[in-house]
């Protein structure tokens, strides 16, 4: 095992180095790096992950490029967007950050719909709105923006997301995340009149296997997405969105253009990124001794819960 720190461009999530914990197994390299804060029961499932990366052959798969999607942080400077979209080759579908002040969502979501009609918009809101503040605020920016490819978590629980589908008057397609990956069985919940899409992450969610079966059975159209991982992380994401047979949206993945300085390097060529096998460079990026013994203890004490 090697535990890296890699410089992030801006701080995210309150995040300035992204530290992740990478070993090899006799199918490559895997990543174990679930946030600093997260607790151990949640964080087991991210090792489940990493160790199937590092000793399961892979699925079959049904592409080789994976179409990408942007992300537009909390700013309204219609010249920094503009650069921002630039800087995605070929990507026509941006993820807009939103939810914190709604004039200022909107000004933002106008910005870059005067860009082009092509821009598909999806926003994600964590679970962030009650379904009144979801009415109020999804109705304003669509009178702005006209209809959003989807609206990830705009409430919190799965009744709240069923009430506000069965009141909204305008088209809305839901995507539920945190409803699947923060409970303890998402095989026991019924997204049925709730969501219309689900958000798979690799790691969150306990690997590829585990991944293909909640999506599965819930039967419903599948988002890829990443969690600020570095490019081995990214890179088992893109196995995953690779085997998916039916894969109608851009992935989640392209959040490598966050982190400054990355393990290996995963390129982003008209709209897509493609799966290769990984140029993995280490040097300089290894942590100090105490923070690897820290992920070392939080790795066997994971690897303890999963019966291991
Ligand atoms: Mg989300």
Redesign the pocket.
């Known amino acids: 095992m090697r535990v890296v720190a890699l410089p992030m461009k801006t701080n995210f999530r309150g995040v300035t180095v992204r530290e992740v914990a990478l070993f090899r197994g006799e199918y490559g390299w895997a990543e174990f790096s679930p946030f600093l804060e997260y607790g151990d029961d949640e964080s087991s499932l991210w090792l489940k992950s990493a160790i199937e990366a590092a000793t399961s052959e892979r699925p079959t798969i049904y592409r080789t490029q994976i179409p990408v999607n942007g992300t537009i942080p909390a700013i309204n400077d219609k010249s920094v967007i503009k650069r921002l979209i630039e800087s995605y080759p070929g990507v026509s579908t941006f993820k807009v950050k939103v939810g914190e002040n709604l004039p200022e969502d909107i000004a933002r979501l106008a910005q870059i719909r005067s860009l082009g009609r092509k821009i598909k918009i999806r926003i994600?809101v964590?679970g962030g709105w009650t379904v009144d503040q979801a009415l109020t605020n999804l109705y304003a920016m669509y009178e702005e923006v006209g209809p959003f490819e989807y609206v990830?978590?705009p409430c919190s629980t799965v009744e709240e997301l069923r009430e506000l589908k069965s009141k909204i008057r305008i088209p809305l397609l839901i995507a539920a995340?945190?409803v699947i990956r923060k409970v303890a069985d998402p095989f026991a919940i019924d997204l049925e009149g709730a969501a219309d899409i689900l958000?798979l992450k690799v790691q969150p969610l306990g690997g590829i296997a585990r991944s293909l079966a909640i999506a599965g059975h819930h039967k419903l159209p599948v988002v890829v997405s990443s969690a600020l991982e570095s490019a081995v992380g990214i890179g088992y994401g893109l196995e995953l969105a690779a085997s998916i047979e039916n894969l109608s949206f851009d992935c989640g993945l392209a959040t490598g253009s966050l982190i400054s300085v990355d393990v290996a390097t995963l390129p982003i060529e008209d709209g897509a990124i493609s799966l290769t096998d990984l140029d993995i460079r280490l040097d300089g990026l290894d942590v100090a001794p105490d923070r690897f013994e820290w992920w070392k203890n939080r790795t066997m004490r994971c690897a303890e819960k999963l019966g291991i």
């Open positions: 994600d964590n990830e978590q995340d945190e958000m």
